[in-house]
Structures are given as C-alpha cells and as structure tokens.
Nanobody, 117 residues
Framework: QVQLVESGGGLVQAGGSLRLSCTASGMIFSINAMGWYRQPPGKQRELVAEITGSSSTNYADFVEGRFTISSDFARKTVYLQMNSLKFEDTGVYYC???????????WGKGTLVTVSS
C-alpha cells in the first residue's frame, strides 16, 4: 500500500498565503511525477500543478503565477506554496504521486483550504 499524508491547509484571508506539504510512504519506490489537484465546492476535481523527476512543471491557467510547486523526490515529498490567495481558491486540495514502475496514481485524502473574502 501507498500512503500520502497532506498538511498545511487551513483558513486564510484573501491575499494571504499557505504552504501545503505531502509525503508519500509505503510500497512506492520510484516516482515519475507528483502534484496537486483541487476540488472547489460543487465542482469537479481539477489539476493545480505537477512536477516530474526532471523538475519539469505544469500549472493550471488559473494559478497565474501565484503558486509554486517544488519537491524532494528522495524524500517523496511535494510542496505547494500558494500566495495571493483568492476566494475562488477555496476547496479540498489533493496530493498525488505517479508510480514510475506501475504508472498508477496514488492519492491523499485531501486537505481543506478556505479563503475568506
């Protein structure tokens, strides 16, 4: 089994910042990519950002330069620094890792981010 534990969510005022962290453990030995999705209230889950082992990054358009993804693949940890948060950034943020060997995605249980206007 693979476990992903997220932390760093919480309540913040619009314009504020949060830093999310996620660490994978268990039966995963090599990671192809790590990243974050989010699910706003009443909406579908959407990609926020992802990073590969070669440090290639991909961001959703709505990030608009406000978020930065980083990682420590040796520690199987990914971070998401979120600045200039907006009310519409509210949602549950889910960490994922893509297993290099199997190609499977593994998911965390999510951490709630609430941005007050």
């Amino acid at each position: 089994q693979v476990q992903l534990v997220e932390s760093g969510g919480g309540l913040v005022q619009a314009g504020g910042s949060l830093r999310l962290s996620c660490t994978a453990s268990g039966m995963i030995f090599s990671i192809n990519a790590m990243g974050w999705y989010r699910q706003p209230p009443g909406k579908q889950r959407e990609l926020v950002a992802e990073i590969t082992g070669s440090s290639s990054t991909n961001y959703a358009d709505f990030v608009e330069g406000r978020f930065t993804i980083s990682s420590d693949f040796a520690r199987k940890t990914v971070y998401l620094q979120m600045n200039s948060l907006k009310f519409e950034d509210t949602g549950v943020y889910y960490c994922f890792v893509t297993d290099y060997d199997s190609g499977m995605n593994h998911w965390g249980k999510g951490t709630l981010v609430t941005v007050s206007s």
